[in-house]
């Protein structure tokens, strides 16, 4: 099973700043790379996959880069909604594994 | 638009057997390449897969669970199951079913709001 390891843990971001957030992979999962954001007392919602590719709906100030076994999601300018727990998902070998997360708050 | 609920208890004691009912719409387990996930949350923790069946009744289990459960689906209904056996406290945990969109690649797009399933005596 691929493990996948997020850094940091907690990052505290002001509005408005630049927030870089990273994900790395016991193996290779070629650009097989998921992203999501999960508010308190919510379901996750799908940001990213393919490493790079926008779901549905997503505004572009959330970009996916990376493939391998690094990966980054980058939200340019923080607003206040998009304080929460992130996290990315391998996709490339079975079984499908999550990180532990990194939560974004506030600075 | 596409929604899944997830139904099932909200208790169930150690030693039983939990059963949960993810019910969508907006799209067909019939479609080529379409699969529905079940994936769960202990409190405060991570994102843990559990299970999934895809178009074709192709079905896959989480390695370290896969003793423990089942999953079937009802093509009719736009029902999938998840039955999970000999349940224990470590169990707790919010259960979501979720859908994957295409061949290829067990990644989810929709979720459903989840279920909390707490295991006491």
């Known amino acids: 099973e691929i493990v996948m390891t997020q850094s940091p843990a907690t990052l505290s971001v002001s509005p408005g700043e630049r927030a870089t957030l990273s994900c790395r992979a016991s193996?290779?999962?070629?650009?097989?790379l998921a992203w999501y954001q999960q508010k308190p007392g919510q379901a996750p919602r799908l940001l990213i996959y393919?490493?790079?590719t926008w779901a549905t709906g997503i505004p572009a100030r959330f970009s996916g880069s990376g493939s391998g076994t690094e990966f980054t999601l980058t939200i340019s300018s923080l607003q206040s909604e998009d304080f929460g727990v992130y996290y990315c998902?391998?996709?490339?070998?079975?079984?499908?594994?999550f990180g532990p997360g990194t939560t974004v708050d506030i600075k | 638009q596409i929604t899944l609920k997830e139904s099932g208890p909200t208790l169930v004691k150690p030693t039983e057997t939990l059963t949960l009912t993810c019910t969508f719409s907006?799209?067909?387990?019939?479609?080529?390449?379409?699969?529905v996930g079940w994936i769960r949350q202990p409190p405060g923790k991570a994102l843990e897969w559990l299970a999934l069946v895809y178009w074709d009744d192709e079905k896959r289990y989480s390695p370290s669970l896969n003793s423990r459960l089942t999953i079937t689906k009802d093509t009719s209904k736009n029902q999938v199951v998840l039955t999970m056996a000999n349940m224990d406290p470590v169990d707790t945990a919010t259960y979501y079913c979720?859908?994957?969109?295409?061949?290829?690649?067990?990644?989810?797009?929709?979720w459903g709001q989840g279920t909390m399933v707490t295991v006491s005596s």
């Open positions: 393919g490493a790079s």
């Open positions: 907006g799209f067909s387990l019939s479609t080529t390449g379409v699969g």
């Open positions: 998902q391998q996709y490339s070998t079975r079984p499908p594994t």
């Open positions: 979720a859908r994957r969109p295409r061949r290829g690649e067990d990644f989810f797009d929709y």
């Open positions: 193996q290779s999962v070629n650009s097989k």
